[in-house]
């Protein structure tokens, strides 16, 4: 591992420049600091050694709730800290904007905060630093993210193939032959994922579709009032949602226009949230165990840390049936 020594030695300068830089002391120029942090990085040097007490790692968040138990995230941070903190690590919540990705290197932040790796929660595929991870330098754990080709950055998420064949193979089961999906836009990697997933399913069990059964959008309103009506009007009996929140509100949008739920359509959702129990009627989903995607970004850091180049780690699906699905 680098030492103080080897970034002075790179940059022509003493020992105590590079530590001040370093530790942010107000007698080093910002150009000087600057370079101090991009060499270091790239000699791969850290402030923190393993085996010291107070090591910290970091769990960014964006695009997703997390502040109570009704929230997605906030299980997936239970679940992490269960092993992280027993471990003798310190875990800090940071939450993402592009002002901040803008603004800084993303190794250059780990380093400077003194973070050994991280876990990401909700980016999108326009995210800044998503182009960093192609050859970031520091242990990284995205959710529902895939960045091949660097053995420090490991992909984690719920076996997406899996919970959708396990959707169409439910609904076929009821009888249902045609089966539509309505997904929010395909700006996150996870919703591109689950929309090619579909397609993939429903040929594997042998039912006919084409690319009209499936329908995207940014907008709430225009997936409510024209894409679920147009899956209707195309003769779907079934429609898979992308996920939970967006099938609750197409449950509340049929109660509303009179269409009965499951009687003139069954409803499916993504990731069993605390809200799907108390959806009327309640809701049939495929469940992500948050707590153990908590759980196994942990793991899966602590190998990446280790030193082990873990590329996937997916977490089994669930059915959970419940009324919103029914024979047609």
């Avoid at 195309?234 to 939970?244: E, Y």
């Amino acid at each position: 591992m680098a030492t103080l020594e080897d970034i002075a030695r790179v940059l022509g300068v003493s020992k105590s420049t590079v530590s001040k830089a370093l530790s942010g002391a107000g007698d080093v120029s910002d150009a000087m600091r600057k370079s101090v942090v991009e060499t270091a990085v790239e000699l791969g040097y850290s402030r923190i050694r393993r085996g010291e007490k107070a090591q910290r790692l970091a769990i960014f968040i964006t695009n997703m709730r997390y502040a109570g138990p009704e929230d997605f995230g906030y299980d997936i941070l239970v679940g992490f800290r269960k092993l992280a903190e027993p471990a003798g690590f310190r875990v800090s919540v940071i939450p993402l904007d592009y002002q901040l990705e803008n603004s800084i290197g993303y190794d250059q932040y780990m380093m400077q905060g003194n973070y050994l790796g991280a876990l990401f929660l909700g980016l999108s595929l326009d995210d800044p630093w998503l182009k960093e991870f192609k050859t970031c330098r520091t242990p990284t754990v995205l959710y529902d993210n895939h960045v091949p080709g660097n053995p420090r950055v490991s992909y984690l998420g719920v076996d997406n193939a899996e919970g959708l064949g396990l959707a169409v193979r439910y609904l076929m089961d009821l009888g249902h032959k045609k089966i539509g999906y309505l997904s929010s836009a395909l700006g996150a990697y996870v919703y591109r994922q689950r929309y090619a997933t579909f397609f993939r399913a429903m040929a594997a069990n042998g039912l006919p579709c084409d690319e009209n059964q499936a329908r995207d959008s940014f907008f709430l309103e225009e997936c409510l009032n024209r894409h679920f009506p147009a899956l209707l009007s195309q003769g779907c009996t079934a429609v898979i949602c992308s996920h939970d929140m967006l099938a609750a509100s197409v449950l509340s949008s049929c109660r509303r226009q009179g269409i009965r739920v499951p009687q003139d359509v069954s409803i499916l959702g993504f990731d069993d949230l605390p809200l799907c129990q108390t959806t009327v009627p309640p809701l049939t989903t495929i469940r992500q165990n948050r707590t153990e995607l908590g759980k196994s970004a942990y793991c899966a850091l602590s190998s990446l840390m280790e030193g082990v180049a873990l590329s996937t780690f997916l977490l089994h699906a669930e059915l959970i049936p419940r009324a919103s699905c029914a024979p047609l």
